[in-house]
C-alpha cells in the first residue's frame, strides 16, 4: 500500500513538473502504461477534481456529485496574409481591390461544453467574438451510443472539410471548393450514433434551412444526411496525422443535403456588390457555387441565365475519403449540386473536388503538405472555372493545441467568374497569388 501511494504520489508531482512544458500524454499516462503505476493509482491520481484544466479542451468545473460538468476554453487564430491581385480586364487599372498586406484576428472563440445531471446529456456552446455570432450550440442526448439526439444550431454535416474542426485543419484555411458547397450552420434537430466502437457513423437531420442565426419565414426546411464508415477503426475527424498512428486508418463517406428556397431568399445581382437574400447559407452567398452563378455579371446578366423570380429546389452530395499513417495524411473530397427553378424548366448545375496530402518530416512537429482544387460553380458554359493550387509547411508545438502555419496558394479564375464588376465583354482570366502566415492557440 506504501508504495502504491509513493507512486501515486511522484506521479503528482511530475505532473507538476512536466504541465510547464507541452507534452503528447499525461505523465499518469505514460506511468500506467510502463507499469510504474497499477490500474488502482491510475484512477486515484485521474480521479475527478473539481477544478481541473487540460491544454486544448480548457478549464473543467466538476460538481461533488459529479452530475454536472462545464469546460471553459477558447480558440484564438491571428493570421497575416499577402495577396497580390491580377486585376482583370486592365491590368493597369487602380479602381477596385488590389494587393494587400493585412493582419487579421481570424477566429477569436469562446467554447463551453459539458454535461448536466447525466453524462448522457451534453452541450455546446461557441461564440464567436471576431463576427459576434453563435455557432455550434446544441444539446446532445445520448439513449445508447447508436442513437443519439441534437437539438439547436449545429455544423449542417455534410461535407468532410466542413465537420472538421476549423483548428485542425492541415492549411490555413479550407478550400474555396467546401466553402462553396456547405450550407453552414442552421438550427434543427438531428439522429446520430457511432456504431461497432466507431467503425461507422451516422447522421439524419431536419434543419430550418434560412442558415446561421437566421428563423425563416416559410413551410419550407433543410434536410440532410451523413453516413460513414472506418474500416479499419475510428478515425475521428481531424486533419494532419499529429499522432504519428502506428497503424493505417481509412474513413470514407458521403452526405447528402435538400433545400427549397423562396425568390426572396435566393442570390440575385443587385448594385455592388451583389448580395444574396434573407437567407444565410454558404452555398448562396457570393463565394458560393450559386451565388457566383448568379451574381457573375459576364455569366448571367448578359446572357439572362439567372434563376430569379421562383422558388428553387436544391440538392446537393458529396463522397469523401481519409487515410492517415505514421505522418502521412490524405483527404479528398468530390461535390454535385443542381438548383431546378419550380415554376421554369431553368436548371443549375455545379461540381467541384479538391485533393491533398501532408508529411510529417520530423515526427509530430514540422509538416509540409500539397492542395489542388477545382470549382466549375456551372456546369452548362465554359470559361467559368476557378483552381488553385496550394503548398503548406506547419510547425506543431503542441499538435494542434499551439502551431504556427504557412501557406501560399496560385489563384486562376477564368474570365467569367475573374470579376464581378467587369463587363460583358470582358473574359480575361486572373491569376492571383495569395501567402498567408497563421498562429493558433487552443487553451
Not at 492541415?170 to 467503425?199: Q, W
Not at 421554369?344 to 510529417?360: E, M, P
Not at 508545438?397 to 504556427?404: A, G, Q, R, S, V
Request: neutral net charge.
Amino acid at each position: 500500500m506504501k508504495k502504491r501511494f509513493v507512486a501515486a504520489g511522484a506521479a503528482l508531482l511530475a505532473t507538476a513538473f512536466v504541465g510547464q512544458v507541452a507534452s503528447a500524454k499525461s505523465l499518469e499516462d505514460v506511468l500506467k502504461e510502463k507499469g510504474v503505476i497499477t490500474e488502482a493509482d491510475y484512477k486515484e491520481v485521474t480521479k475527478v477534481k473539481p477544478l481541473d484544466y487540460k491544454l486544448g479542451k480548457g478549464f473543467t468545473l466538476t460538481s461533488a456529485d459529479e452530475k454536472f460538468q462545464l469546460s471553459i476554453g477558447s480558440q484564438m487564430q491571428i493570421r497575416y496574409t499577402m495577396f497580390d491581385q491580377d486585376r482583370a480586364g486592365n491590368p493597369t487599372s487602380l479602381t477596385g481591390s488590389g494587393d494587400k498586406s493585412q493582419f487579421q484576428l481570424k477566429r477569436i472563440k469562446l467554447n463551453l461544453n459539458g454535461y448536466a445531471f447525466t453524462k448522457d446529456l451534453t452541450y455546446k456552446v461557441t461564440y464567436s467574438f471576431h463576427n459576434n455570432s453563435l455557432e455550434e450550440t446544441f444539446l446532445n442526448y445520448r439513449l445508447i451510443d447508436e442513437a443519439q439526439f441534437r437539438l439547436g444550431q449545429d455544423k449542417v454535416q455534410f461535407g468532410r472539410q466542413w465537420i472538421t474542426p476549423s483548428s485542425q485543419n492541415e492549411f490555413v484555411e479550407t478550400t474555396h471548393v467546401t466553402d462553396a458547397f456547405k450550407a453552414g450552420y442552421d438550427s434543427g434537430i438531428s439522429v446520430n450514433g457511432k456504431i461497432a466502437k466507431g467503425l461507422a457513423y451516422y447522421s439524419i437531420g431536419g434543419y430550418n434551412g434560412a442558415g446561421q442565426n437566421t428563423l425563416r419565414n416559410a413551410r419550407d426546411n433543410a434536410f440532410a444526411a451523413r453516413a460513414v464508415v472506418n474500416p479499419l477503426g475510428d478515425m475521428a475527424y481531424g486533419e494532419a496525422d499529429v499522432d504519428n498512428s502506428k497503424k493505417p486508418l481509412v474513413s470514407i463517406g458521403s452526405s447528402f443535403y435538400r433545400n427549397t428556397l423562396n425568390s426572396y431568399e435566393i442570390a440575385v445581382p443587385s448594385a455592388s456588390p451583389a448580395q444574396a437574400g434573407l437567407s444565410n447559407l454558404n452555398f448562396n452567398s457570393s463565394t458560393g457555387w450559386f451565388g457566383i452563378r448568379q451574381t457573375s455579371t459576364v455569366n448571367t446578366v448578359a446572357s439572362g441565365r439567372q434563376i430569379t423570380g421562383e422558388a428553387v429546389d436544391f440538392n446537393t452530395a458529396e463522397v469523401d475519403a481519409a487515410f492517415k499513417w505514421r505522418g502521412l495524411f490524405a483527404q479528398a473530397e468530390y461535390f454535385w449540386a443542381q438548383a431546378d427553378g419550380q415554376s421554369t424548366d431553368k436548371i443549375a448545375r455545379a461540381q467541384g473536388y479538391y485533393v491533398q496530402a501532408g508529411y510529417f518530416i520530423i515526427p509530430s512537429k514540422l509538416e509540409v503538405a500539397a492542395r489542388y482544387a477545382y470549382l466549375d460553380p456551372d456546369r452548362d458554359v465554359s470559361n467559368d472555372l476557378w483552381v488553385e493550387t496550394a503548398g503548406a509547411v506547419s510547425w506543431y508545438f503542441n499538435k494542434h493545441n499551439l502551431k504556427i502555419q504557412a501557406d501560399c496558394t496560385s489563384i486562376h479564375k477564368q474570365g467569367r467568374i475573374a470579376s464581378t464588376g467587369a463587363s460583358a465583354t470582358n473574359t480575361r482570366a486572373t491569376d492571383d497569388l495569395q501567402a498567408r502566415v497563421q498562429a493558433q492557440l487552443l487553451f
